[in-house]
């Protein structure tokens, strides 16, 4: 397809949804009879991550649905465009500029990976729209990025205080090593630590592909620390139940903890504690219809149940979150250009299943709260404290 002519095509259906929308005289369709407005969803929909690539799409296709039933956007239906990324960064590239070029789309969400991120930013840099980052992050900040996530400050600051408000602490880390958590992850938990009064006694760095901890479990053993950190995202599953294993004693605390991986581990991380912006046990009305939607139309068969509920991981309700960010900022400025999208951003709030939610002055990050929970022998999580928002600090 001309590249140009692709453009020129673009702009004339925004143009048409923006008239629409502002009711101009012979411009005004219905919802159902208007050129749809699209959106991407480029995730890992086979290999190790399937499972939270599917998730991703049942929740953006949710989001989607709901979106329509109030009227679209623009005036127009909003459309769902969906890639596998099959976990590779040259696939993962090769599929955003498709989906922007060929499909037309307007923002692109669904990425688990951080290279997966990366390829549809530089695709997205090239065509001028929007990436929606599902997943939490290093604090990366880029002009056609929005990251639904907690970053790492996020994260780690409340943990970290609520862990030692008794005092000192002691910590081994053990991560896997990818190029954000050597660079930001680890230092900053290495700092949040030791501005408390507590000590990191080890990290350890574990490649993609690991299965064996027992050395390093046995290290971590003879040194004593109280706390242990894990941010193992290759294989956390293995690891917990390595960990449980060895009769480790230290407190397990991790930034990748959910209800999906309680079941998969089957028993072996209850008393874990966990950090993120969702837990399914939020008690709030949003929170709850969400939960019945998803179970009632968007889960197959073959996703677990908890109580009534099928799981949602909290990537797919970072991806909910995402779209539905969107489309209020594209509401607001009545436009899905990138440029202007961002800068409606950090004037939406919405009430969110994670709780009231809004977009930091940069457009690049959620403001909502964090949540710190302790995983309960049923696979549900039992919240023990939440912080208030707080602005999240750029690295790249």
């Known amino acids: 397809m001309n590249p140009g002519m692709n453009r020129r095509t673009f702009v004339h259906k925004l143009a048409l949804a923006a008239a629409a929308s502002a009711g101009m005289p012979g411009l005004v369709y219905p919802?159902?009879?208007?050129?749809?407005?699209?959106i991407g969803l480029l995730a890992p929909l086979s290999g190790p991550l399937a499972r939270v690539g599917e998730a991703n799409r049942s929740c953006a296709a949710l989001a989607v649905d709901e979106i329509n039933a109030?009227?679209?956007?623009?005036?127009?239906?909003?459309?769902?465009?969906?890639?596998?990324?099959?976990?590779?960064t040259a696939v993962a590239l090769d599929k955003a500029r498709q989906l922007f070029m060929r499909d037309e789309v307007a923002m692109i969400t669904g990425m688990v990976l951080p290279s997966e991120r990366e390829a549809a930013l530089q695709a997205a840099s090239?065509?001028?729209?929007?990436?929606?980052?599902?997943?939490?992050?290093?604090?990366?900040?880029?002009?056609?990025?929005?990251?639904?996530?907690?970053?790492?400050?996020?994260?780690?600051?409340?943990?970290?205080?609520?862990?030692?408000?008794?005092?000192?602490?002691?910590?081994?880390?053990?991560?896997?090593?990818?190029?954000?958590?050597?660079?930001?992850?680890?230092?900053?938990?290495?700092?949040s630590i030791a501005r408390r009064g507590g000590k990191v006694l080890d990290v350890n760095w574990f490649p993609f592909g690991t299965r064996d901890y027992g050395a390093v479990l046995q290290r971590i053993a003879s040194l004593g620390p109280q706390i242990v950190?894990?941010?193992?995202?290759?294989?956390?599953?293995?690891?917990?139940?390595?960990?449980?294993?060895?009769?480790?004693?230290?407190?397990?605390?991790s930034d990748i903890a959910h209800e999906s991986l309680c079941i998969a581990t089957e028993g072996a991380s209850t008393g874990t504690i966990g950090v993120s912006s969702y837990f399914m046990s939020i008690d709030n009305a949003v929170n709850r219809d969400f939960l019945k939607r998803y179970t009632a139309h968007y889960a197959d068969a073959h996703v677990p149940r908890l109580g009534p509920y099928a799981v949602v991981l909290p990537h797919g309700e970072n991806t909910y979150v995402g779209v539905l960010l969107f489309a209020q900022a594209v509401r607001a400025s009545g436009s899905v250009e990138s440029g202007r999208v961002k800068a409606a951003l950090p004037a939406v709030s919405m009430a969110l299943p994670r709780g009231t939610t809004g977009v930091s002055r940069d457009g690049?990050?959620?403001?909502?709260?964090?949540?710190?929970?302790?995983a309960q022998a049923d696979n549900r999580f039992a919240l023990l404290d939440s912080t208030e928002q707080s602005v999240p600090v750029c690295h790249g």
């Open 229 to 253: 950190w894990h941010s193992i995202g290759d294989d956390p599953v293995t690891f917990v139940k390595q960990y449980r294993s060895f009769a480790m004693k230290p407190q397990l605390v």
């Open 126 to 191: 090239a065509a001028q729209r929007l990436v929606v980052y599902p997943n939490f992050d290093e604090g990366r900040c880029h002009a056609n990025l929005l990251t639904t996530g907690l970053a790492v400050d996020q994260r780690i600051e409340p943990t970290i205080e609520w862990l030692m408000r008794d005092g000192g602490q002691t910590v081994c880390v053990v991560a896997s090593d990818i190029g954000s958590n050597r660079r930001v992850l680890v230092p900053e938990l290495q700092a």
């Open 70 to 88: 109030a009227g679209g956007l623009l005036g127009c239906p909003l459309e769902l465009r969906v890639e596998d990324t099959q976990m590779s």
């Open 31 to 38: 919802v159902r009879a208007a050129t749809p407005l699209r």
């Open 364 to 374: 690049a990050h959620v403001l909502c709260e964090t949540r710190i929970a302790r």
